[in-house]
């Protein structure tokens, strides 16, 4: 499934890039306003299973915001209503009824908030990760102050460490592929101004208004305190908290699959991969995994061959095994081939 970029126009004349993969109810996934990972194919491993599970689940939606990516770089308004008119071009262009609204991080959780209080009769369920309502939390912490003393002097330095604090510094590897994508995505110029004008936002009075079904999900060693997320599910009418393990800050890696149960559960989706042979469960990245583990390659061998670190790799197997209840590389290669899962020699 390959997405192709196409354009909406914002109220205020700023062109928004995005794209959809797959067909059914549609998942908007925001960007991490104010920064975006690229309406197109992503290029993280990680990121690209994560697509397609959820492209195998209902219609995807990716865009990125105002500023960043393939979408307009100059941009004067980065308010919180001119974040929120990205997202209204994105859904009006596509003729959307209603939909899923997930947030991940940043700034896109106030921004989803305000949405959903603002177009209620549109946004079907809200998923907000890692959630806070305040922008100061953020801005105020003395790390990010360090960090952002980075931006004027060393372009590269900054997108490195912002990298690895968001993704997690035990993902080295894929946080140096993600700070060669914000360096792709952003200019320093656009970035300082756009977080500059966020650091000022605040929705916490809005969060007793929103009406839509409301989940709140935390990574429980992630670098943001879990009584952020506590304190905006507890004020959401009806919110549902859920805490998943690991440290990184991206939904995709560190149990992925956690997540994604999580989300099932509250969509009322079945989450079942269509897999050959009745291989529920396998994402479409882990039955690649398989199929070459199962031909005897070895974990380096699979890595090289599917363009994935070792540890991923690792990974993977790892909740293979958990999942088809194999123990070892030869219980696996046995249920690949009774399920004919080996494919092609």
């Known amino acids: 499934m390959e997405p192709q970029t196409r354009y909406a126009t914002t109220r205020d004349g700023v062109r928004i890039a ?29 990121w690209q299973a994560w697509d397609e599970e959820l492209a195998r689940r209902g219609m995807l939606v990716m865009y990125d915001c105002r500023g960043a990516g393939m979408s307009d770089r100059d941009v004067g308004d980065y308010s919180l209503d001119a974040w929120m008119l990205d997202l209204d071009a994105v ?11 997930f947030a991940p991080d940043s700034l896109a959780v106030p921004v989803a908030i305000a949405y959903a209080v603002r177009r209620p009769e549109r946004v079907s369920h809200l998923i907000l990760w890692q959630a806070h309502a305040d922008v100061a939390y953020i801005t105020d912490d003395p790390r990010f102050a360090g960090i952002m003393n980075l931006l004027d002097k060393d372009w590269v330095l900054f997108t490195e460490v912002l990298a690895q604090a968001f993704e997690g510094f ?24 756009a977080l500059t004008a966020a650091a000022g936002i605040d929705v916490s009075d809005l969060l007793p208004q929103v009406s839509s ?37 991206s939904w995709a890696l560190q149990h992925p699959e956690a997540v994604l149960r ?28 398989l199929r070459l583990l199962a031909r005897g390659r070895s974990t380096r061998e699979i890595g090289a061959e599917l363009v994935l670190a070792v540890r991923t790799v690792e990974r993977h197997i790892s909740n293979i095994y958990r999942k088809i209840g194999a123990h070892n590389r030869s219980q696996a290669t046995t249920f ?7 494919g092609p020699s």
């Open 18 to 46: 995005f794209c959809t993969m797959g067909e059914g109810t549609a998942y908007i996934e925001m960007p991490p306003v104010p920064i975006s990972h690229g309406a197109g194919p992503a290029e993280v491993p990680e």
């Open 91 to 101: 859904v009006d262009s596509l003729g959307l009824e209603q939909f899923v609204l």
């Open 170 to 193: 035990s993902e080295p590897a894929t946080a140096h592929r993600e700070a060669a994508q914000l360096r792709e995505h952003h200019t320093a110029q656009g970035l300082k101004a």
């Open 213 to 249: 079904p409301t989940l709140v999900l935390h990574r429980r060693e992630g670098r943001q305190d879990l009584k952020q997320s506590v304190q905006v599910a507890s004020r959401i009418p009806g919110a549902r908290l859920t805490v998943v393990e690991g440290s990184s800050g």
């Open 262 to 289: 999580a989300i099932d559960d509250f969509l009322g989706w079945t989450g079942e991969s269509a897999g050959p042979s009745g291989a529920t469960g396998l994402s479409p990245r882990e039955l690649d995994v």
């Open 336 to 342: 690949a081939h009774e399920h004919g899962l080996t």
